[in-house]
């Protein structure tokens, strides 16, 4: 099936416009970014990035993109939760049109320097006064790639440093911090989007 790459740019536009409203600015940036080079770079190979970077960020479950609802003053926004829906729904057809190589997969997930990581290892207490262990993440830089890091490697380890936001930062560990509460150890949060990623998504891509 041939993709209209213009429509797709627009609506990647469109939907970053309603990420806001769902205070997800970091996806919404990122589809920003998508559509930016499909305008430029109207090739095959940016339709694929962007069909595998959608495959990836709308998976269901609990608190996924399509378990939200666009709202302004605390009530749904029907207009605009319509057109959410639609776009959700336009962009589920665009995803299941296409192919899947593992090399496009891969150019999706880690483009641009993306980075995920998880927590899987916390102190444990032993008494009062006593704790072993540490805090141990996990961190995917690439297909296949990963290390294990402390809580003061992390930051370098995943491209924190001057010039990023503290915010998002603060979101991401917070993010997984409640994954390893959760007994979600095998989740993956993207960095700086704080996206869950499950461990599936990722691997089909090494």
Do not use: I
């Amino acid at each position: 099936m041939t993709t209209n790459v213009e429509e797709l740019a627009s609506d990647m536009m469109r939907f970053a416009f309603l990420l806001r409203h769902l205070n997800l600015v970091a996806v919404a940036l990122k589809c920003e970014a998508f559509a930016r080079a499909l305008q430029s770079e109207p090739t095959q190979e940016s339709v694929e990035e962007v069909r595998l970077w959608l495959r990836g960020a709308m998976k269901g479950g609990s608190g996924s993109l399509s378990d939200r609802y666009v709202q302004k003053e605390g009530a749904v926004d029907e207009v605009l939760n319509a057109e959410y829906e639609g776009l959700l729904q336009k962009f589920t057809d665009f995803v299941n049109a296409g192919p899947e190589s593992k090399e496009s997969a891969a150019a999706a997930m880690f483009g641009d320097g993306s980075t995920y990581f998880r927590l899987v290892e916390v102190p444990v207490r032993r008494g009062w006064f006593s704790r072993t262990g540490t805090y141990t993440y996990e961190v995917a830089t690439g297909p296949g790639a990963t290390c294990l890091v402390t809580r003061d490697q992390l930051g370098d380890a995943v491209g924190y440093g001057p010039g990023r936001s503290r915010k998002d930062w603060q979101e991401c560990q917070m993010t997984a911090d409640r994954l390893f509460r959760e007994a979600r150890k095998e989740d993956w949060v993207h960095y700086s989007s704080s996206w869950v990623v499950p461990d599936e998504v990722l691997r089909r891509h090494w």
